[in-house]
Protein backbone atom coordinates (compact mmCIF):
# COMPACT_ATOMS: atom_id res chain seq x y z
CA UNK A 1 0.00 0.00 0.00
CA UNK A 2 1.28 3.23 -0.81
CA UNK A 3 1.90 6.35 1.56
CA UNK A 4 0.36 9.92 0.34
CA UNK A 5 2.58 12.75 0.71
CA UNK A 6 1.84 15.00 3.15
CA UNK A 7 -0.02 17.60 1.85
CA UNK A 8 1.00 21.55 2.30
CA UNK A 9 -2.16 22.43 4.14
CA UNK A 10 -4.12 20.05 6.16
CA UNK A 11 -7.73 20.23 5.08
CA UNK A 12 -10.63 20.16 7.67
CA UNK A 13 -14.43 19.61 7.51
CA UNK A 14 -16.58 21.95 9.91
CA UNK A 15 -20.21 19.68 10.19
CA UNK A 16 -23.46 21.08 11.77
CA UNK A 17 -26.14 18.74 12.64
CA UNK A 18 -29.20 21.27 11.23
CA UNK A 19 -32.45 18.10 10.93
CA UNK A 20 -32.59 15.99 14.07
CA UNK A 21 -32.12 12.22 13.18
CA UNK A 22 -35.08 11.36 15.17
CA UNK A 23 -37.36 9.25 12.61
CA UNK A 24 -34.60 7.91 10.87
CA UNK A 25 -33.37 4.74 10.60
CA UNK A 26 -31.01 3.48 13.67
CA UNK A 27 -27.51 3.14 10.86
CA UNK A 28 -27.93 6.73 10.43
CA UNK A 29 -28.85 8.03 13.88
CA UNK A 30 -25.48 5.83 14.52
CA UNK A 31 -23.69 7.64 12.19
CA UNK A 32 -24.31 11.08 13.13
CA UNK A 33 -23.35 10.18 17.35
CA UNK A 34 -20.00 8.79 15.00
CA UNK A 35 -19.07 11.99 13.44
CA UNK A 36 -19.64 13.08 17.27
CA UNK A 37 -22.37 15.17 16.75
CA UNK A 38 -24.87 14.83 19.97
CA UNK A 39 -27.58 17.78 19.68
CA UNK A 40 -29.50 19.88 17.44
CA UNK A 41 -26.70 22.73 15.45
CA UNK A 42 -23.61 20.93 17.13
CA UNK A 43 -20.57 21.61 15.38
CA UNK A 44 -17.29 19.32 15.58
CA UNK A 45 -14.17 19.37 13.08
CA UNK A 46 -13.29 16.51 11.72
CA UNK A 47 -10.09 16.19 9.03
CA UNK A 48 -11.24 15.34 5.23
CA UNK A 49 -10.87 11.57 4.80
CA UNK A 50 -11.95 8.95 2.97
CA UNK A 51 -13.97 7.50 5.78
CA UNK A 52 -15.35 10.55 7.18
CA UNK A 53 -16.73 11.76 3.49
CA UNK A 54 -18.22 8.79 3.21
CA UNK A 55 -20.14 9.34 6.92
CA UNK A 56 -21.57 12.52 5.74
CA UNK A 57 -23.07 10.94 2.37
CA UNK A 58 -24.59 8.43 4.02
CA UNK A 59 -26.29 11.12 6.55
CA UNK A 60 -26.04 14.71 4.40
CA UNK A 61 -29.66 15.23 4.54
CA UNK A 62 -29.24 16.07 8.21
CA UNK A 63 -25.85 18.21 8.02
CA UNK A 64 -24.22 21.46 6.35
CA UNK A 65 -20.70 21.12 5.66
CA UNK A 66 -17.82 23.53 5.07
CA UNK A 67 -14.14 23.65 4.19
CA UNK A 68 -11.49 24.92 6.13
CA UNK A 69 -8.09 24.82 5.33
CA UNK A 70 -5.40 25.46 7.84
Known amino acids: MRK ?4 RKAKKLRLK ?3 SPIGYP ?4 ATVLGL ?3 R ?3 E ?3 PDSPEIR ?3 AKVSHLLRV ?3 EE
Request: no cysteine; charged share 25%.
Open 36 to 38: GLR
Open 4 to 7: KPPS
Open 17 to 19: LVR
Open 44 to 46: VIR
Open 26 to 29: QKQR
Open 54 to 56: GMI
Open 66 to 68: ESL
Open 40 to 42: LNS
